[in-house]
């Protein structure tokens, strides 16, 4: 065995960032030691700082084979069974990484993770209240915890930590405050006040929040919100007593008496799955528009018309297998199918012209005009997308198809939305897609 002063030479040779010289020495040492786990521990650390991540996983094998009592080996090898997402593996060794060194309070947090990419959400809220049990201030277990939270339908718990969502300790933070200093924590005072709200996470979450607007103007004097410009018109026209913009500079002098982005309504409001309001038909266009669609696009006035989506929108890849899918089992005798989808692929083009199947989506910008599309149809079937949103906002009776990962919103279990009434959930996995859709085209054909 390596005498415990090389070690340590070896350790703040490490620690003082040489990672290229550790990782030598640790190479030297072992012709002589080959037997001793600390030298592959050392060395597969060093070569997960340096990404050889192969090598590394090699060397912290052999040193939890040689010892399996090194914490950091350990926890390192779960973190990189993680990447690889082969969660069971990582849980294994970071519970025994765990069971070394009790007081940490990252193992924990590892735990909390694992298991809730895995679904299992009571366990992972259990390790995340051991994690914050330990460091009060784990700012990541809390806003893990808020999501659970708010997937299972608790929204007064949920949407209370939600808000460390723009906290700077948050990994891959999902929304950054468009003004530096705090965001109001209440509503109480802002009666005859300006203030600025602030879209945030995408077009799909500012379908789905812009539902409070109604209350908050209730509670607020001057409302200016900042929403995307693609859809600003469609907002414009449902709210008109809101000022809306898309150019607002943060960097430009901007005259409020508060702020906050979009998402904290839920907390402000004390929203919970009881009290969520207008769950469908709170966005609309005018009927004028919606016969301009339909005959420019030459939408049919006999039969279902069925918009069908497969796909997310920014995705330009081909999604052949469920577009084949839905085709084969939507399409029937009284049924026109019509493509919603945006950034068509040349083979999926392809196919919808054999099948017979109009793509009118696939031009179309603004949702202004898209939900003149939707208004035209009499049934949506599609994957989780601002424009399956925009339908369930419009009433639109909606089939909502679901991978096994997926947002909040949709609840744990659920069959039904608890945001928006007209939409149905389905969950299409690998294994049971077909039967899935089978049963949808059965709803739609009745």
């Given amino acids: 065995m390596v005498a415990n002063e090389d070690i340590k030479q070896l350790e703040e040779t490490f620690n003082s960032g040489k990672i290229e010289e550790a990782e030598k020495r640790a190479k030297e040492l072992l012709k002589e030691h080959e037997d001793d786990a600390r030298l592959y521990y050392l060395l597969g650390n060093a070569q997960v700082i340096k990404n050889d991540l192969k090598n590394a996983k090699e060397n912290l094998l052999k040193s939890v084979s040689l010892n399996s009592n090194i914490p950091g080996a350990l926890n390192l090898l779960g973190s990189l069974f993680y990447s690889e997402g082969d969660f069971k593996k990582a849980i294994g060794y970071f519970v025994k990484s765990a069971s070394l060194n009790p007081n940490d309070d990252k193992v924990y947090y590892n735990l909390g993770v694992c298991h809730q990419e895995i679904g299992d959400y009571e366990k992972a809220l259990k390790f995340y209240q051991k994690a914050v049990q330990i460091n009060p201030k784990d700012v990541k277990s809390y806003y893990n915890a808020s999501l659970i939270f708010l997937r299972k339908g608790d929204y007064e718990q949920g949407f209370d930590l939600y808000r460390l969502r723009y906290h700077a300790d948050v990994p891959n933070r999902p929304t950054s405050l468009l003004v530096p200093n705090v965001p109001i924590p209440k509503l109480e005072g802002f009666e005859d006040k300006r203030v600025l709200i602030y879209d945030e996470q995408g077009l799909d979450k500012t379908i789905d929040f812009i539902r409070f607007m109604p209350l908050l103007k209730e509670k607020i004097g001057e409302i200016v919100l900042r929403v995307p410009e693609p859809l600003q018109k469609l907002l414009s026209f449902n709210y008109p007593d809101i000022t809306f913009s898309f150019t607002l500079d943060p960097n430009e002098e901007m005259e409020f008496d508060g702020h906050f982005p979009l998402l904290d309504a839920g907390y402000l409001l004390k929203i919970n799955k009881l009290n969520i309001p207008f769950k469908e038909g709170y966005l609309k266009v005018d009927k004028e528009d919606v016969e301009r669609f339909k005959k420019e696009h030459n939408i049919k006035d006999s039969g279902k018309n069925i918009g069908i989506i497969w796909k997310e929108e920014s995705d330009f890849s081909p999604k052949t297998t469920l577009l084949q899918a839905l085709i084969e089992e939507l399409k029937g005798e009284g049924i026109n199918l019509y493509s919603l989808q945006e950034n068509l692929s040349l ?100």
């Fill in 347 to 446: 083979e999926e083009k392809e196919i919808l012209e054999k099948e017979g199947v109009e793509s009118i989506g696939e031009d179309l910008e603004d949702y202004y005009d898209k939900a003149s599309m939707i208004a035209n149809m009499d049934r949506v079937v599609g994957v989780d997308t601002p424009l399956t949103r925009l339908s369930g906002a419009m009433g639109k009776k909606t089939a909502l198809l679901l991978g096994k990962k997926n947002d909040w919103i949709w609840g744990e279990k659920d069959k039904r939305s608890a945001w928006y009434d007209s939409i149905s959930i389905y969950k299409l996995y690998d294994d049971n897609y077909k039967k899935t859709l089978k049963k949808i085209a059965k709803n739609i054909k009745i």
